[in-house]
Each structure stands twice: as structure tokens, then as C-alpha cells.
């Protein structure tokens, strides 16, 4: 069997034009009274897709889900999936099923009567329900838990009583509201793999709503980054850090440093900016900025060096003083300020035990980093 | 040396000083003594004198039964009068029909009511549940709002409401539904509007702190995996509020058992429920032994439902709910 890994490489019907979308939301706008929870809002996901919807609470992402379950109806614009307008379709009737945020697991049910439910309702013949009861359990190793209630079990065993419960009647798209949200750090890390996993082997369509970048990052085929209702950028983790379309989903995924300045010159790719106080860089990736616009150059932490002298071969190197140091284990995260005034954040991975260019607070330092470490954005 | 002295420091907190220990053990027991005080002086000393009098005989005097127990003539007087005590009362209970069919009666007219305020009073506490979290509070007073006339002033009230030429007969006379006035008043169903509406709150209140505390979210599950709304409803929500309505039940049952006021002022003469027996028997024949016996067993009959309610909330307690 291919691993999930290749499979998961060579998966991306986004940029095949001929692939049919499976969920289709077009020019959706939720009201509620004066509020205005999704506006304008058109995104697409595929079949077989692990689609993340990212966002600050109050974004719209629950609401966008809630209208795909049936719960709430679009005030204007259409939902459409595998080709069917979902407009006026109640909740009962729609091929999704949905874990909710809370779970909802029925407290007067045991275990298998939870996820023998919406089975029931399909009015599955009584041996195949069994069966499928036992497979469900067994899928997610609750197999002694079945005859227990919910309120028997740990918060991580609830949790995957209502994954079991949401996947048991196969639906064509499984809506996650924010599905590791009660978990601890760890375990949540652990059932994020559990989830690609299931998700690959079910060969379900997901769409899960998450405030958390880092799970979204880790499980997601393509992210949707929201705020105030709107899609503010469609794509893969490593598009979404690498090459975020704004500053606003620069500064919302991960953490990044501005440098606000001014196109001095450009050519083909490389742009010369000059900030506020005239020190000058050099980067590639200039997009549509010509000369003249005010831009803001967007780096990485971890792309920028640190160093006591300037690093001889540095194209751009700008000094400073170090401000703070914390050391969270794995690295060293430096607050370096430069001698405008600007804090500048780099992390520095612990890989030597010992650093050899030892730097302490208010040591004199140098950050450099390569022209095509950042990314130019339009201010 | 600082791993130490925090272990010391530890130990310390661990143990109080033992006359410190010894007066919050003593201020906890006082607190569970007040109830059982309460209980023995207000519930349990009354009902032995009650039990007491039901074994006594009647007689012409004051107090109107026989034997008085007392230590005027000593020890030996008290064993004596002891021995006149019988259980002839309740001999006497089980030979003449009236009290059998009063206690039937009174069970069957209390368990029907039961059930029709449960009716009236399940869509009220749902609707009140599922309205608007900033109305709830205005609902809930105007739920608890009769309680502030007198209960006795709004049974005449119904009296005014419900006879031939009442304000019901008027109204439904006047619109032209009906050309004859209709006989509700001194009939069973009087009685059962009256209990209905006095007890409402007492169902409406425990069904609506059982219905509120629901998570919605469950509904939007049962929705979410094929069930339609009434489906999800006798799935779901009726099943999660069967403690309220098990509470409810028992709270407009028991009472109702005992009722006397109101089968009196709305049932007329020929309403048969044991809290009329029991009147007539103290004030109109002055047989307080009878009287004292039918009470007895009228609180034996109630203790059933109430052992029966006290372990299912002890089992909806273990459910974690």
C-alpha cells in the first residue's frame, strides 16, 4: 500500500481545471439581524479534500459550516454539493454528517446506541447496523467501551465516540467543528494524525472548522484563512506560510516581521527598498510592486540568522542589539533591536548543544537573511 | 535544605491543631443536626401524636378520645393507659366502604389530574425553555405569579368562572356556541380544572429546569444524523427530561391525593375524595381516632410515590446529572 504520504503528494484537483468541484459555496452572504457573519463569500472544495477553514472566533467559519449541515439557510447565494442545491433541504435529509464541537453525544445512550443512531433513522436492517457498530468501534478502539455511557468516558474517548458516531453512516463530507478543540496539547497532537488517517482510509471529503493554525497546517490538504466573512486566501499549508497573499494572513499564520519601506528601484525580480530610516535590502519576489510603492517585506523568524559580526557573504545584514532571549528548548527565539527602533524576532534551532556564537542581553548583533527569504506585500 | 524546610511547611498545613480539627467536626455535625431536629419536632413528634390518637376510642370529653396518656398516676398509670390502645380504628376502616372507595377515588381523581396538567404543562415549560434567554425570567414570574393572591380566594374565583351563569357560560353562550348553559360546576370535571390549574406551577417548574439545562447542540445532532424534529423530540428531549417530569408528577400527585379545598368548593357533595372524609370526620363528627387513622394510612399511601421519587433521583444523581 502507498504510503499516506505519496498519496497525499500527488493529490491536488485545485489545480487541475478540468476536476469537478464536490462543495461549492457561491456568493453566500449570512445575515443575522445587522450582522453580517458571511459576506460575498465563493469557495470550492474537492472531493476527497481535507479543507480547513481558519479563523479568529467570529469569522464566519462555524456559520459556513453550520449552513453546509442545514442548520442555518444562506441569506443570499447557494451551497452546492456533488452538483445539488442544498437551498431548503433540512438538516435530516442532506448526505453530511457533522461533529460537533461539544460532541452531543446523547447522555441517556450507551456507546453504541450513540453511534447506532443515525443508522437506525436510515432504517438499516438490524445485523448490519451491528456491523457496522462493531467496525466503528473498532476503528477508533472502543471496542470495551461500547456498553458504557458517555459520561463514563475520558474526554479523548468521548471525542472519538462522536467521530465514530458523525462517520458510521458514510456521509459524503464530514463537517468537523473545531474537533480537538477540548483536548490536551498532546493528545491532540496524536488524533490529528488519527483523523489524516481515518480520513484517507474512509476516502471521506472533510471540512473542519479550527481556530488553531498549527492543526489546520498539520491535517489540511488547502486552508481557507477567514475573517469578518471573507476568504482572505485559498491554499496549501506551505503556500499559506511561504507566500501568504496579504498581511493579514501573514501576521495570522505563524509569526512574521514587517519591514515597512519604499521601492527605491527594481528589475526583472529583485527590488531594492528602503525603509523609514534608510537602511536599505535587497529581496526577490517583488510580485506587482513597481517603483516607488510602499510595500512591507514579510520574513520568517526562523529565516533570519543572527550573528556578533556581520556575516561577510550577507547580501542584507542590519544591526541591532539583542533585547530579549527565550530559549523555549527546541530554540532560541531572539528579540533583536534594530538601531531604528524596530524589534526584530529570529529563532535560532538548538541543533549544537552549545551555540558557538554565544549572544547575550545587550550584545551587539547582526540579522541577516537572503533575498528571497520573505516575501514583498503591498501596503 | 529548602526541599526540607517545604516539606515541613507541608506537614504543617496537613495537620491543624487537633482543637481546631475537632471544632469544625462539631460545626459540621451541628449543621446536619438542624434538619433532623427540625424533622423530629415539626414532622415526626405530631405523627406519633397523630398515630397515637388513631389508637385511641372516642369519647365524650376534652380532648373527645380516650385514653390520655400521661404521668399523673405514675408509671404504672402510663402502661395502663397503654393497654387500652387498639387498632380497632382501622378495623373499622376496612369494614365500612366509604373510606376504600374515598381512597380510590381520591388516587384516581389525583392521577388523572396528574397526567392533564402534565399535558398543559410540558409545551408551556418546552416553549419557555426554547424562548429568547432574555425573556425567560419574565416567563418564569408570570409562571409563579398566582402565588402571590391567596390560594382559597382563587378557587372562589373559579367558582365565579365555571357556574351556569358564569363568565364561561356567557362568554360561550354570547359567541353562540352553545345555546344551554353548561354544567361544569359540582361535577368531576370542575375538580380536575381546579387541580389542573392550581398545581401548574408545580409541574411547569421542575419540567423547565430539566428542559433548560438541555444542550441544544443534542437536537442539532439527532437532526444531523436523519431524525426529524418529532422523532428527535421523543428521542432525545422527552427522554432527558423524564426527571422533571417524574418530579412534576410527583409534586401535583401527592397534593392532590390530600386535596380538600378544592373537590369541596368545585366538586359539590357528591365528589368523593378522602381529604373531605377526613374533614367531615374530625369537624362534623367529631370522631378524631377515625379521623387520625384515615390520616395515617393516606401518608402511607403517599410514602410509596415519594420512596419511589427519592430513588430516581438518587439515580439521576449517579448519572451525573
Same mark, same amino acid.
Given at each position: ?24 459555496? #457561491?456568493?453566500?452572504? /449570512? ?9 460575498? $463569500?465563493? *469557495?470550492?472544495?474537492? =472531493? !476527497? ?72 433513522? #436510515?432504517?438499516?436492517? /438490524? ?9 466503528? $468501534?473498532? *476503528?477508533?478502539?472502543? =471496542? !470495551? ?93 506551505? =503556500? ?140 | ?321
Amino acid at each position: 500500500m502507498a504510503s499516506l504520504g505519496s498519496i497525499r503528494r500527488d493529490f491536488e484537483p485545485w489545480n487541475d481545471p478540468n476536476a469537478k468541484p464536490y462543495i461549492r459555496f #457561491e456568493n453566500v452572504t /449570512k445575515r443575522f439581524g445587522d450582522f453580517t457573519a458571511v459576506n460575498n $463569500l465563493s *469557495l470550492t472544495v474537492f =472531493e !476527497r479534500e481535507f479543507f480547513a477553514l481558519l479563523g479568529a472566533s467570529g469569522c464566519g467559519k462555524s456559520t459556513l459550516l453550520r449552513m453546509l449541515a442545514g442548520f442555518e439557510e444562506p441569506t443570499e447565494g447557494r451551497i452546492l454539493l456533488d452538483g445539488q442545491d442544498l437551498r431548503g433541504i433540512p438538516p435530516y435529509r442532506r448526505p453530511v454528517n457533522m461533529m460537533f464541537q461539544s460532541y452531543a453525544l446523547f447522555p441517556h445512550m450507551s456507546v453504541e446506541k450513540n453511534i447506532a443512531f443515525g443508522l437506525k433513522q #436510515e432504517g438499516m436492517p /438490524k445485523a448490519d447496523i451491528e456491523k457496522r457498530v462493531a467496525e466503528m $468501534l473498532k *476503528l477508533v478502539k472502543l =471496542e !470495551r467501551f461500547a456498553k458504557r455511557k458517555p459520561h463514563q468516558l475520558s474526554g479523548g474517548q468521548r471525542q472519538r465516540v462522536a467521530l465514530a458516531r458523525s462517520v458510521a453512516k458514510r456521509p459524503k463530507v464530514l463537517l468537523l467543528d473545531e474537533p480537538l478543540g477540548a483536548l490536551d496539547k498532546k493528545l491532540r497532537e496524536e488524533t490529528q494524525f488519527e483523523l489524516m488517517d481515518l480520513q484517507q482510509n474512509l476516502g471521506l471529503t472533510f471540512v473542519v472548522v479550527t481556530h488553531d493554525q498549527e492543526e489546520a497546517m498539520t491535517m489540511a490538504d488547502r486552508i481557507a484563512i477567514l475573517d469578518k466573512g471573507e476568504v482572505m486566501q485559498v491554499a496549501t499549508p506551505t =503556500e499559506v506560510y511561504e507566500a501568504p497573499s496579504s498581511r493579514f494572513v501573514a501576521g495570522f499564520v505563524g509569526n512574521v516581521n514587517m519591514f515597512e519601506g519604499n521601492v527605491a528601484s527594481r528589475d526583472a525580480t529583485t527590488a531594492r527598498i528602503t525603509g523609514a530610516s534608510g537602511a536599505e535590502i535587497v529581496v526577490d519576489n517583488v510580485g506587482e510592486a513597481g517603483a516607488g510603492a510602499d510595500v512591507a517585506f514579510a520574513i520568517r523568524p526562523e529565516k533570519i540568522k543572527v550573528s556578533s559580526k556581520r556575516p561577510a557573504e550577507a547580501v542584507n545584514a542590519l544591526e541591532g542589539e539583542v533585547y530579549d532571549i527565550a530559549y523555549l528548548g527546541d530554540m532560541t527565539v531572539y528579540h533583536v533591536k534594530l538601531d531604528d527602533g524596530q524589534v526584530v524576532r529570529a529563532s535560532v534551532l538548538n541543533a549544537a548543544r552549545m551555540a558557538d556564537d554565544p549572544l547575550t542581553w545587550n550584545d551587539r548583533a547582526w540579522i541577516s537573511f537572503r533575498p528571497d527569504a520573505g516575501i514583498v506585500l503591498a501596503r | 535544605m529548602s526541599v526540607a524546610s517545604s516539606a515541613a511547611a507541608t506537614s504543617g498545613s496537613a495537620e491543624k491543631p487537633v482543637l481546631a480539627r475537632f471544632g469544625s467536626a462539631l460545626a459540621s455535625r451541628l449543621v446536619i443536626i438542624v434538619p433532623y431536629v427540625w424533622l423530629a419536632f415539626f414532622f415526626l413528634i405530631p405523627f406519633v401524636i397523630v398515630f397515637k390518637i388513631s389508637l385511641s376510642q372516642t369519647a365524650i370529653a376534652i380532648p373527645p378520645y380516650a385514653p390520655v396518656l400521661g404521668f399523673g398516676d405514675g408509671v404504672a398509670g402510663f402502661v395502663e393507659a397503654l393497654k387500652e390502645l387498639s387498632f380497632d380504628n382501622y378495623v373499622w376502616l376496612t369494614q365500612d366502604p366509604l373510606y376504600f372507595n374515598a381512597y380510590v377515588s381520591s388516587v384516581v381523581i389525583a392521577a388523572i389530574s396528574t397526567v392533564l396538567t402534565l399535558l398543559v404543562g410540558y409545551p408551556i415549560a418546552y416553549g419557555m425553555a426554547r424562548a429568547p434567554a432574555a425573556l425567560r425570567p419574565t416567563l418564569l414570574m408570570l409562571v409563579i405569579l398566582p402565588f402571590w393572591t391567596s390560594f382559597l380566594i382563587r378557587v372562589y374565583a373559579w367558582i365565579g368562572i365555571l357556574k351556569p351563569e358564569g363568565l364561561l357560560n356567557q362568554f360561550l353562550m354570547g359567541v353562540g356556541i352553545i345555546s344551554e348553559p353548561l354544567i361544569i360546576l359540582n361535577t368531576y370535571a370542575a375538580v380536575f380544572i381546579g387541580i389542573v390549574y392550581s398545581y401548574l406551577p408545580f409541574m411547569i417548574l421542575p419540567l423547565y429546569s430539566s428542559l433548560e439545562k438541555m444542550d441544544y447542540s443534542l437536537i442539532e445532532a439527532a437532526k444531523d444524523l436523519g431524525c426529524p424534529p418529532t422523532a428527535a423530540f421523543w428521542k432525545i428531549t422527552f427522554p432527558l427530561s423524564l426527571p422533571g417530569v417524574i418530579a412534576g408528577c410527583l409534586l401535583v400527585f401527592i397534593p392532590a391525593v390530600g386535596e380538600f379545598v378544592i373537590p369541596d368548593l368545585l366538586g359539590g357533595s357528591q365528589t368523593l375524595m378522602i381529604g373531605k372524609t377526613l374533614w367531615n370526620e374530625f369537624f362534623a363528627n367529631r370522631d378524631w381516632p377515625v379521623s387520625s387513622a384515615v390520616a395515617v394510612i393516606l401518608l402511607l399511601i403517599l410514602i410509596v410515590p415519594i420512596v419511589f421519587f427519592q430513588q430516581a433521583q438518587a439515580r439521576a444523581q449517579e448519572q451525573g446529572r
